[in-house]
């Protein structure tokens, strides 16, 4: 976003949120921006890489895998359960 579109919105919120609602809304763009840092993704080295494909190859090998419908399971759940947690973050709030 533009310095000049930032500034337009910046200006709009000065105008219309009361000294409480700024400051709420300060306190959640600065958790959401921690949120984001602490999820950042970083690259993988190929070391790391290897090293990963060698773990599961051995995995694969001695059997030691979880059945695919399991694991989709697993995911549904917790997408369910992650996308109920975020939306009571906001509920639980106002």
Sequence with gaps: MSTATLTSL????????TTD???????HLIEHANQQEEHRLK????????????EAELNIASGNTIPSEEVWLELEDE????D??????FVSES
Excluded: C
């Design 10 to 17: 910046l200006d709009y919120l000065y105008g219309t949120l």
């Design 84 to 89: 109920t947690h975020y939306a009571a973050s």
């Design 21 to 27: 609602n700024m400051r709420w809304v300060g306190e």
């Design 43 to 54: 690259p993988y080295t190929m070391d790391e890489i290897n090293e990963m494909l060698d």
């Design 79 to 82: 997408f369910a359960h992650s």
